[in-house]
């Protein structure tokens, strides 16, 4: 009889896991709170790499607060130049810098705490490190000094500076090399049978993250290289259209190493928070292996409206194959919070449909921003992001302010918040320092799920009254012409600049918390953290 | 009697399958396939 397996449970086949794991004498602790063991060489990784997410989060952060008082009709604050200056900047440092340092500490710790082994390169480690540091300051360097105007997507024929493409060819090939090094500690934890059965789930998410991060950076390597060249007139201008295509294979894809990497913080908020499981393996790890398949191809999106590719090629990578990887979102949608909920009942709290949500510890920041997350992404992400990638929805929305309005409900009211409530854990046990002010932590998830909602959806309608994205003046001053946006339109501008300021207050108290308990916070060091 | 494993639970727990076929069926489904209708696409004529 064959069998689908349980994590944790040994298959006969199998020799007996090695349950002091294969770490060296002296370089692994036992976590104070969890039990777990913590390989020193990679907490150390985690909290580098930790660290630079949240100063490029930061970075990232001012710059959303700069844009959306200038889309702001009546506060308009940046002169045009800028805006395009800090529009590149925003999108690097939220989408690329934040969001990858954080995803190769989560890596790091899957790799070594979840699979008990050690880190199977410190070299590789540092020179990752090393790589992405200065790859996302070159990055950084050029674009505040006006020399990289072309913003995230840097489309030929805009041409940035050479050391522009060359910062994000050292950042893409130091995630890899960090990825690589996360593929030989799963490698070498199964060889030394440092654990039982299958991986955790957790880890099978991060390595599915992982996975998709290897196709996005493969993608990297192949557009990047050639616009390096050609700034430096090594080479003629690439075809614009194969710069699309292939450039979006880095661009979209890099945001579905996010989603993977989310859910697996889903699950692993909702066990720490509540106690939950998740109701079935087989199902949960099923959706992780639909997103490896078919998630990367819907960065077919991006090019609906593009006349070089034909409409088999659009229909099948948007609508059959990637509907797959939609599934496998509506499966961690529902079986997360029904996890949660089955948790909550076996604790007890089973009075009518709706009494576990209600007894659910939301005082606790950690659940409170795994379940907005999912809230957000699942109902806003999902919904927008299905109906743009319908042909027919995506010609009228192509280009206005319902694509960010989409996404900024997936990779911030998604990601970003989920990451936030990782951190108020991250914080405690790998960087063993409290977190001061908790009433004010508690309520840091709020403000910022409120801001970003209310500024996604604002984006969205006033996107559906034709308010185009990427644009400093929808006014077009001076102009022969008047476009006409209805009122309605502009009020929503200005709901946009509303959500933006509540969504960075959130953003600057979270920043601000962390960095003074990483830095100043109480010690918990020998002792369990302090239950939220 | 040994228990064998399923293929679906063979197949999730071979990391170095799924990072073959999630490579492999990226690039022919959107970056090979897309490639190869922009390289068909015929020279466009001056009026």
Known sequence: ?532 | MEERKHPIQRLMDNTWLLLFLGVVLTFISYTAWGVIELMSLPNATLP
């Open chain 1, 1 to 532: 009889m064959s069998t689908i397996a349980i994590a944790g449970t040994p298959q006969a086949s199998e020799p007996p896991a090695n349950v002091a794991g294969n770490h060296p004498a002296g370089a692994v602790r036992k976590c104070d709170t969890t039990g777990l063991p913590v390989c020193k060489t990679a907490e150390r990784y985690v909290k580098l790499n930790a660290v630079m997410a949240v100063v490029f989060l930061l970075v990232g952060g001012v710059s959303a607060l700069l844009l959306g008082l200038t889309r702001w009709p009546s506060v308009h604050l940046l002169p045009v130049d800028w805006f395009y200056r800090i529009l590149t900047a925003h999108g690097l440092n939220m989408l690329i810098f934040w969001i990858i340092f954080m995803e190769v500490a989560i890596l790091y710790f899957v790799g070594t705490t979840l699979l008990n082994s050690r880190l199977a390169s410190k070299a590789l480690a540092f020179t990752s490190f090393a790589m992405m540091l200065t790859g996302a300051l070159l990055v950084n360097a050029m674009v505040f000094t006006g020399r990289a105007d072309v913003m995230m997507t840097s489309y030929v024929p805009l041409r940035a500076h050479p050391g522009f493409y060359l910062g994000v060819i050292l950042f893409a090939v130091g995630t890899l090399i960090g990825v690589i090094n996360f593929f030989a500690t799963v490698y070498i934890a199964k060889r030394d049978h440092t654990y039982e059965g299958s991986v955790p789930l957790v880890a099978f998410g991060a390595i599915a993250a992982a996975i998709i991060a290897v196709v996005t950076l493969l993608h990297g390597a192949i557009v990047m290289i050639p616009a390096f060249l050609w700034s430096l007139d090594l080479i003629g201008q690439p075809d614009a259209a194969w710069y699309r295509l292939v450039w979006w294979g880095l661009g979209h894809q890099s945001q579905q190493i996010n989603v993977a990497a989310m859910v697996s913080v889903w699950y692993f908020l909702a066990h720490i928070t509540t106690g939950a499981k998740p109701l079935n393996q087989a199902v949960c790890r099923g959706a992780f292996v639909l997103y490896i398949l078919f998630i990367n191809i819907a960065s077919a999106h991006h090019l609906l409206v593009d006349p070089g590719v034909g409409a088999t090629w659009k229909i099948w990578n948007t609508s059959y194959a990637m509907y797959l990887a939609v599934l496998a979102s509506m499966i961690h949608g529902f079986t997360v919070p029904a996890s949660v909920e089955l948790a909550m009942r076996k604790k007890g709290f089973d009075k009518g449909l709706f009494g576990w949500l209600f007894a659910a510890p939301w005082r606790n920041p950690g659940f409170s921003a795994f379940f907005l997350s999912l809230v957000i992404f699942g109902f806003l992400g999902g919904i927008t992001g299905v109906t743009l990638g319908t042909q027919q929805i995506n010609i009228i929305a192509h280009n206005t302010l319902r694509i960010p309005g989409h996404f900024h409900t997936t990779v911030v009211g998604g990601t970003s918040l989920a990451f936030m409530g990782l951190c108020y854990y991250v914080v405690p046990l790998v960087f063993r320092r409290e977190y001061a002010w908790r009433g004010l932590v508690r309520v840091q998830p709020y403000v910022f799920a409120a801001g970003i909602t209310l500024m996604a959806l604002a984006m969205s309608f006033a996107g559906s009254y034709g308010v185009p994205r990427r644009h400093w003046d929808i006014e077009f001053s001076g102009a022969p012409f008047s476009p006409g946006f209805d009122a309605a339109a502009h009020f929503m501008m200005g709901l946009v600049g509303v959500g933006a300021v509540v969504a960075f207050i959130g953003l600057l108290v979270f920043i601000l918390l962390t960095v003074h308990a990483v830095f100043l916070g109480r010690s918990n060091e020998g002792r369990a953290m302090t239950a939220w």
